[in-house]
């Protein structure tokens, strides 16, 4: 691995822009030559992948199965929610047309494709240096930032985790399935860069039903009950996620351009020691810790599509509009964990006061008390340590005394009251004798063929009755 050509990396001492608290800048102070880097490589492998190659869109036109290729739909159509723009490949097109005395095209009339190709297959040259082919080209920027991570976190030895398939939380009955909103192509080199890392460097596969994420976090976890215990971290851990600033431990956010977006270490103290932190960043909150757990419970995670609001049916959603900012006012100057769980709790008792229910996305119908549903949340926030980790959100609420009383068992349905009492045994009355009928002519098997077509007929129409009968019974008012 010493031979591989790679950028020169140079350690930045520069802060992080934003959770300063919980920057470590004098990382050496926590490793030694022992610690292991756990590194959450799905996102490694995947943007150097698609760095090798380029998207563009392959326009079809249906009538005179002519073929342009374009960088992308904007080109094609403009910046436009519906129709097309003048200042369009197709608005062009048809100034032409038009110019001519042809009839306009329109967007019905072409249809289109999303395309990739590898950039690198007639060579290239990248700082300076020459690469025969995109598979080269991939090969060295993997390196270079697997260099620039050990750097940049002083620690040398490495362990890259890598996941596949479906996991536990595909099986979870939420509006939307888990992480569908991961669509269009992988990228064309994506496998060769995972069988790189896999074959070049120590690594291995999550187990099934696990996402790398988790099995990252659980390393993270035993380093930190390493360093609470010995004074040294045994595990870091390194990932792009924002799932990986909920659990304990030293967390390297390996995301970069140039240089890393935020270069320096953060340590996430235990839910039991601290709150954590948090940060507003545009539209968005960054944190670390308990208060970004409860981020993520109340806003969601579009990427792995999940959130308590956004994927449910528009008529049960809470409509009140809560986004960042909002979060940010209500959780950033908690002090104690009990405040912060607090909150947590009186936010979804106030959008589900009367808990939830919906068709989930295998057609199931889903039923949940308030706490049930913040458990859902939880499910797919919550990085499970071992197939056998029942943790769950409720056990914070009883370590911390949070009163959570009124989202417990508050689940109300609202059906039409059953009839009044006398009217009730006039109709069982009749119901029982209907049924009585027809068992008695069902019994009755003897006789011609008329007569027993006659006695089904006599059945069919009894058992209607019953039906009616049911279905007046439950749908009288009191």
């Known amino acids: 691995?010493?031979?591989?050509?790679?950028?020169?990396?140079?350690?930045?001492?520069?802060d992080n822009p934003y959770l300063l608290a919980s920057q470590?800048?004098?990382?050496?102070?926590?490793?030694?030559?022992?610690?292991?880097?756990?590194?959450?490589?799905?996102?490694l492998a995947f943007q150097v992948a698609s760095s090798v190659?380029?998207?563009?869109?392959?326009?079809?036109n249906l009538t005179t199965k002519t073929v342009v290729e374009m960088k992308n739909v904007t080109e094609f159509k403009g910046r436009v929610r519906s129709g097309f723009s003048s200042d369009s490949w197709l608005g062009?097109?048809?100034?032409?047309?038009e110019a001519e005395n042809k009839t306009p095209y329109t967007l019905e009339d072409y249809e289109i494709t999303p395309k990739k190709r590898l950039k690198h297959e007639k060579g290239a040259t990248v700082d300076d240096l020459h690469f025969e082919t995109s598979m080269d080209v991939l090969k060295y920027y993997v390196d270079s930032w697997v260099k620039a991570i050990k750097v940049q976190t002083t620690v040398e030895r490495t362990l890259f985790i890598l996941g596949e398939g479906d996991v536990h939380r595909h099986d979870l009955l939420l509006p939307k399935p888990y992480k569908d909103g991961r669509s269009g192509e992988r990228p064309l080199l994506l496998k060769a860069a995972r069988m790189y890392i896999l074959n070049e460097y120590v690594s291995k596969m999550a187990p099934k039903g696990f996402e790398a994420d988790e099995i990252v976090d659980t390393y993270g976890k035993k380093g930190y009950e390493a360093y609470k215990a010995t004074g040294v971290f045994s595990f870091i851990k390194s990932s792009p996620d924002k799932d990986a600033g909920n659990k304990e431990g030293i967390l390297f956010?390996?995301?970069k351009s140039f240089t890393f977006k935020i270069p320096q270490p953060m340590m996430i103290k235990s839910m039991d020691e601290d709150v954590g932190e948090i940060a507003i960043d545009k539209d968005k909150i960054r944190g670390v810790g308990l208060k970004h757990m409860c981020y993520q419970l109340i806003i969601g995670d579009s990427a792995d599509t999940y959130g308590p609001r956004t994927y449910l049916p528009e008529e049960l959603r809470p409509k009140v509009k809560y986004a960042a900012a909002g979060f940010y006012k209500d959780f950033y100057a908690l002090p104690t964990q009990k405040e912060v769980l607090q909150k947590l709790v009186d936010i979804y008792h106030a959008w589900f006061p009367e808990g939830i229910a919906y068709t989930a996305w295998n057609g199931v119908e889903a039923e949940f008390d308030t706490l049930g549903y913040l458990e859902l949340m939880f499910s797919c926030a919550y990085m499970k340590e071992s197939p056998k980790d029942s943790t769950k959100i409720e056990d914070a609420l009883i370590q911390f005394d949070v009163d959570y009383k009124k989202i417990v068992g508050n689940r109300i349905t609202h059906d039409t009251p059953l009839v009044g009492d006398d009217i009730l045994k006039e109709l069982v009355h009749e119901t029982k004798t209907l049924i009585e009928e027809a068992?008695?002519?069902?019994?009755?098997k003897t006789g011609t063929k008329p007569v027993l077509v006659a006695k089904l007929e006599r059945t069919e129409s009894l058992l209607k009755e019953t039906t009616e009968k049911l279905r007046s019974m439950f749908a009288t008012g009191g």
């Open 92 to 97: 062009n097109e048809n100034l032409k047309r």
């Open 439 to 444: 068992m008695s002519e069902v019994e009755q």
């Open 1 to 14: 691995q010493e031979n591989r050509k790679v950028t020169q990396y140079y350690r930045s001492k520069h």
């Open 53 to 60: 190659e380029d998207d563009y869109i392959e326009v079809v």
């Open 253 to 255: 956010n390996y995301d």
């Open 24 to 43: 470590i800048t004098n990382i050496q102070d926590y490793v030694n030559e022992k610690t292991v880097n756990v590194v959450d490589a799905d996102t």
